[in-house]
């Protein structure tokens, strides 16, 4: 395994950062937030920014019609991986989809189909909180562990669910003492907490609700499920605009129908700075990890050009962490 240091180790500033070196620090990189923030956005642009540093990338989505295959101009993801861009597959996993595979690859071919076609899945899934989430991660182990790519992006799910799901080999571990499920539980275990195996990036936005949300996923992640966290990407911020401190002078000498939407627009942007400017501050404060901040892009949907921009802004924040402290 890499034995390069883990990100939380590039807090101090004494490494020098690039986007091979960062996409470096784990095999894997789950990719964690609220709802709404653009997580799945931001698993885009890693993996195009990985793919750019020459890293064989695979996307992993996990709970299916993310959008994922739209921001690549394809279509909905399969269980069968897929190109989408030169040095990027994608696939998705589901629990049924994982559980006929083990079976299959353990000579249980029949069985495997009467049991997903019956709904046993279900069944189990009740007595066993956590199972469905151990069928899907003991997959990203495999695949981890496989090495056909260099780097892999887990888009989790939300933030809430996200805990919930990293936390069920932990629950499991303590649920079932001996058995197949308690192994798949420790090796999972395991490859969360090896921060050369696994890290968290955390995506949110310069707002007081994701803001918070952010900072509590953060201390849940370290402390019930033991995973080294990556940073912070703050998305959506709104680019600084030259000179709109002195808007009110400059209105002045615009007729006054012209004016006012102007006007609005002034005080709608210096509200938007203030508030960006004192989330990113109680982000720091609330949360020791590095901040890629990434800008709102002025577009109705987000497709591969966007992303390309996405990107391109990921690898220059990556590259300012060098400075940053």
């Not at 991660?137 to 695949?143: F, P, W």
């Amino acid at each position: 395994m890499r034995a390069e240091p883990s990100f939380d180790g590039l807090r101090d500033g004494k490494e020098l950062v690039d986007p091979a070196r960062f996409c470096s620090q784990s095999r894997l990189v789950i990719v964690a937030g609220k709802g709404g923030v653009g997580k799945t956005t931001m698993t885009a642009a890693l993996a195009v920014m990985a793919a750019g540093a020459g890293l064989r990338t695979l996307i992993v989505e996990v709970e299916g019609k993310t959008g994922l295959g739209t921001a690549f101009g394809r279509g909905e993801l399969s269980y069968d991986e897929a190109e989408l861009a030169e040095g990027i597959r994608a696939r998705t996993i589901t629990p049924d989809q994982a559980l006929l595979e083990y079976l299959e690859d353990h000579g249980m071919r029949r069985l495997s189909k009467r049991l997903t076609n019956t709904g046993f899945l279900d069944v189990v899934a009740t007595a066993a909180p956590g199972i469905k989430d151990i069928l899907v991660l003991g997959k990203v182990k495999q695949l981890e562990r496989e090495g056909d790519a260099d780097f892999i992006v887990l888009d989790a799910p939300a933030a809430g669910h996200a805990v919930t799901f990293l936390q069920s080999a932990r629950g499991l571990l303590d649920a079932v003492r001996v058995g197949p499920v308690r192994t798949q539980a420790e090796q999972v275990q395991e490859m969360l907490t090896d921060p050369a195996r696994c890290q968290v990036l955390l995506v949110t936005l310069p707002e007081e609700t994701p803001v918070n949300e952010a900072v509590e996923t953060a201390a849940r992640l370290r402390e019930r499920v033991g995973v080294h966290l990556l940073g912070i990407v703050v998305n959506g911020l709104y680019p600084p605009v030259r000179g709109l401190d002195d808007a009110a002078e400059l209105l002045g000498q615009v007729p006054a129908d012209e004016a006012e939407p102007l006007r609005a627009a002034a005080a709608f942007r210096q509200s938007r700075n203030e508030l960006q400017r004192d989330q990113l501050a109680r982000l720091a404060d609330g949360l020791d990890l590095p901040q890629l901040r990434l800008p709102f892009l002025f577009s109705p949907e987000l497709g591969p050009r966007e992303i390309d921009v996405l990107a391109t802004a990921l690898a220059d924040a990556v590259g300012a962490l060098e400075t940053a402290s």
